[in-house]
């Protein structure tokens, strides 16, 4: 079964950090993303990632980046974190184009 | 833009109705798939599909592909409160790369 990690569940920030979401998948997948859910907005892409160091800017990347060093790991940054990205971020995982995404367990992220 | 629209966004049902959610793409679909998220959780997929006019079924939930590959909709049968949460539709951009996903229907489940 195909496994994708995220590094914490719960995570509480101050404005101003600059804060790292970790996730790590296990099945060799080509393609990653980082979604965020909010309540009403339903899930809204971020970044996603084609292939190691290939990244592409999703709907909403305006205060974030990514990385992606190593097939396994995609990183998502809040380069200075601001109160509006409190939310819940969901990295999801696939082996290629058309087929279907495999969700972390999320972390839900406060800025404080 | 291309967008997938859901519908109802929330659903209320006594336990042993029945419930429909629906899906409409603004654009034709190679595929569409279904998603299920639980209060608390994260989205699991259910299942794809691919050719125009499929039904596919999963015990209780039917699942169908419209003839023009641009709606879908996902019935359950005589729910249950395990069936509770969100159902979210989804399909690949115009390109293929990105995935789309309606905003989903809340179901409620009363026991």
């Known amino acids: 079964d195909v496994k994708v990690t995220q590094s914490s569940r719960y995570l509480v920030k101050r404005t101003g950090e600059k804060v790292f979401l970790e996730c790590v998948q296990d099945m060799d997948h080509e393609n990653m993303f980082w979604y965020r859910q909010d309540p009403g907005l339903g899930l809204r892409l971020i970044y996603f990632?084609?292939?190691?160091?290939?990244?592409e800017k999703g709907d909403i990347p305006e205060g974030y980046s990514v990385s992606r060093e190593k097939k396994e790991r995609f990183s998502l940054i809040l380069e200075s974190a601001s109160t509006n990205q409190t939310s819940m971020y969901l990295c999801?995982?696939?082996?290629?184009?058309?087929?279907?995404?495999?969700f972390g367990d999320g972390t839900r992220l406060s800025i404080l | 833009g291309q967008q997938v629209m859901q519908i109802p966004q929330y659903q209320h049902v006594q336990e042993g109705e029945d419930f429909t959610t629906y899906c409409n793409s603004s654009t034709t679909l190679s595929n569409i798939q279904w998603y299920k998220q639980r209060p608390g959780g994260h989205p699991v997929f259910l299942i794809q599909l691919v050719k125009s006019g499929e039904v596919k079924k999963q015990k209780r939930l039917t699942f169908q592909f419209g003839e023009a590959k641009k709606n879908s909709s996902l019935h359950i049968t005589a729910t249950q409160t395990t069936d509770v949460g969100t159902y979210f539709c989804?399909?690949?951009?115009?390109?293929?790369?990105?995935?789309?996903f309606g905003a989903g229907t809340r179901l409620f489940v009363k026991a």
């Open positions: 999801a995982a696939r082996t290629g184009q058309f087929q279907p995404q495999h």
């Open positions: 990632s084609y292939d190691v160091k290939m990244k």
């Open positions: 989804a399909g690949p951009s115009t390109g293929g790369f990105k995935t789309i």
